[in-house]
């Protein structure tokens, strides 16, 4: 099935909705389908290839390309009917930008992602090479405790104060006013998407696997983790922002 209404729509499409990375596979699997919405591979009420079909050509299960389409449904992308012409089609009318928003350009999303990268896989990996304290240890578990348990409009704040933990977990001081101010510019970035619930959980799964890593001194695995979580956040804010 190709996607209706779009020009040589078979070519565009494969192109884009092609296998996402299973580490990040509900983020990626959106942000899939928002680069196919907003490069025109989707005209106004056309409709989605069916889940199964979706599944197979990005990848994922079934049960991901669902999470994904239900996802871009709240947030006003997508609209799923029922019956005989059922289907999920691309809304009418896609949100709009928030007023007043500062406009983000590629360059600006890119740095910022980027000195993410550096900054903060490296600070998983010098944390778990290090021997917390009792107090070290106990902190990061709060911190992490504290953003499962925040609401949607404490998450982000929980989220960065968990991030900086680990920063200071690290040992160096120099360290942790850096991935504060690139906070700050990732904070600006992901307030402009919404939160979504499996992303939400996801990135649970992905703090704990960091902070275990960490308590069992193993760089590689919180490097590595660290590395899954931040890739996660960079399809989102692609997907969404570019």
């Known amino acids: 099935m190709t996607l209706t209404g779009a020009p040589e729509p078979r070519q565009a499409s494969e192109a884009l909705l092609r296998p996402v990375r299973l580490g990040n596979a509900f983020e990626d699997t959106v942000g899939r389908l928002l680069e196919t919405i907003k490069l025109g591979v989707l005209a106004p009420g056309d409709s989605l290839p069916p889940e199964r079909e979706l599944a197979v050509r990005l990848g994922v299960s079934r049960d991901t390309v669902r999470e994904a389409i239900k996802s871009l449904a709240e947030a006003g992308y997508l609209v799923s009917r029922r019956g005989r012409y059922g289907g999920t089609f691309l809304a009418e009318s896609l949100p709009a930008p928030t007023a007043g928003v500062v ?3 590629r360059t600006d999303i890119d740095d910022a992602l980027r000195l993410r990268e550096i900054l903060e896989v ?23 405790a504290d953003v499962r348990c925040a609401c949607a409009d ?9 991030h900086l933990a680990i920063a200071e977990a690290a040992g160096s001081p120099s360290l942790v006013p850096l991935v504060a101010e690139n906070r700050m510019r990732l904070n600006a970035l992901l307030d402009q998407i919404p939160l979504l619930r499996r992303n939400i959980a996801h990135s649970d799964e992905q703090h704990e696997a960091i902070i275990i890593a960490i308590l069992a001194g193993d760089p590689d695995a919180a490097g590595s983790a660290m590395q899954a979580h931040v890739a996660g956040s960079a399809a989102l804010l692609h997907g969404f922002l570019d």
């Open 103 to 105: 406009g983000f350009s």
């Open 122 to 144: 490296g600070a998983a990996r010098l944390a778990a090479t290090r021997t917390l304290t009792a107090a070290e240890r106990e902190g990061l578990w709060s911190r992490m």
């Open 154 to 162: 404490d998450y982000r704040r929980f989220d960065s104060r968990l």
